[in-house]
């Protein structure tokens, strides 16, 4: 009973707010979501496409991926959204694809990037070059990471956009040749865009908290050489990225996607420690910079996240300990050379 509990409560942490449907309903056309077979891309689409009924909206919401898990496809297929098998690298496969009003990229390569350089600028830096000259007549959101920023003070508040990037790593360096392509393309096709840099989406079967709620529970030791990060509701971060369509300008907007908070890890581990009845283990000592990210930009276009921080932590502690399935996808938050 437990279980069908917190997978109801997640359902409703995802259910869509009353700003998205609104701004569905200025959205004219069909939604095209590339690179769909990832974590986010699945939980996006099902919101455009519920909130875009919800606004009386009879458009197409076409999701676009390799589909390696069958299963993720056949779930969105019986949810009302449109499914697409593709390799984006496949010239066929890209110029197959429908023309559509509006682009959500979610394509990028980050774990294993070390001892795989090659193919991930090939998928950071040159596929975007292809999906501009493809998609020349779309509005378009392309994400990209606040990994393009340097560590800053954990006093400073998080890089805004006004920070310069300097990305440590190739990972970040990729990343950044994808913003600048995106937004060579934007000016020469005048291609309406944004450049949305997120940090540390939430759900419950993976992200920052899980691996911390974990290591808690099994008596792991916590780094804190990178003590403090960013979070935000996964459900929050999709609506904000179907959202940001209305928000595509020439030249490119960029835009900071993240919670209101600059988070300790230790206080996260304790938190956790609390609640799980465990004490946390720690290891090395917190360094004065950090991976941080000011949202204010994004808060004032779109409001601060309906899901709390609060909310997250006691929801993760609540699915873990009751045996909720997870994603083996470490995100590598402490991370603090650019080694992915």
């Known amino acids: 009973m437990m279980m069908q509990n917190l997978e109801l409560l997640e359902q409703k942490l995802y259910e869509p707010s009353a700003s998205l449907i609104a701004d569905m309903s200025q959205i004219d056309g069909d939604i095209m979501i590339l690179g769909a077979g990832g974590k986010m891309g699945p939980s996006m689409a099902k919101a455009a496409h519920v909130a875009s009924k919800l606004a009386g909206k009879d458009r197409r919401v076409i999701a676009v991926s390799r589909f390696s898990d069958g299963e ?5 297929q019986a949810s009302g959204v449109e499914t697409i098998t593709a390799d984006l690298l496949n010239e066929d496969h890209l110029q197959s694809l429908p ?9 990028g390569q980050k774990f294993g990037t070390t001892g795989k350089e090659p193919f991930t600028w090939i998928m950071n830096t040159y596929l975007p070059g292809r999906i501009a000259e493809r998609f020349k007549n779309s509005r378009m959101v392309i994400f990209s ?10 006093t400073a508040g998080g890089c ?37 840099r997120l940090n540390y989406a939430i759900d419950l079967r993976y992200g920052v908290l899980l691996e911390i ?16 990060v960013n979070v935000i509701w996964q459900g929050d971060a ?38 799980l009845n465990k004490t946390p283990r720690f290891i090395n000592e917190t360094q004065p910079t950090a991976l941080l990210s000011n949202a204010s930009a994004a808060h004032q276009l779109f409001g601060y996240p309906k899901v709390t921080l609060r909310q997250m932590i006691e929801i993760t502690a609540n699915w873990l300990s009751h045996g909720g399935k997870t994603i083996e996808k470490p995100t590598h938050f402490q991370e603090r050379q650019g080694r992915f």
Request: hydrophobic fraction near 40%; proline fraction near 6%; charged fraction near 20%.
């Open 72 to 76: 993720s496809r056949d779930l969105l």
């Open 99 to 107: 023309d559509v009003e509006h682009i959500i990229y979610l394509v």
């Open 213 to 228: 709620a974990k290591a808690v529970m099994e008596d792991k030791p916590i780094d804190l050489r990178m003590g403090n």
């Open 238 to 275: 999709n609506e904000i990225a179907l959202r940001s369509l209305l928000h595509c300008t020439v030249p490119a907007k960029i835009l900071n996607v993240t919670g209101p908070e600059t988070v300790s890890i230790q206080w996260l581990a304790n938190q956790f420690g609390n609640l």
């Open 160 to 196: 805004s956009e006004e920070q310069s990037p300097e990305p440590i790593g190739e990972y970040g360096q990729s990343c950044l040749g994808r913003e600048r392509i995106f937004q060579f393309f934007a000016e020469k096709y005048q291609i309406p865009t944004l450049i949305y």
């Open 145 to 154: 990471t606040g990994n393009v920023y340097p560590l800053s003070l954990v």
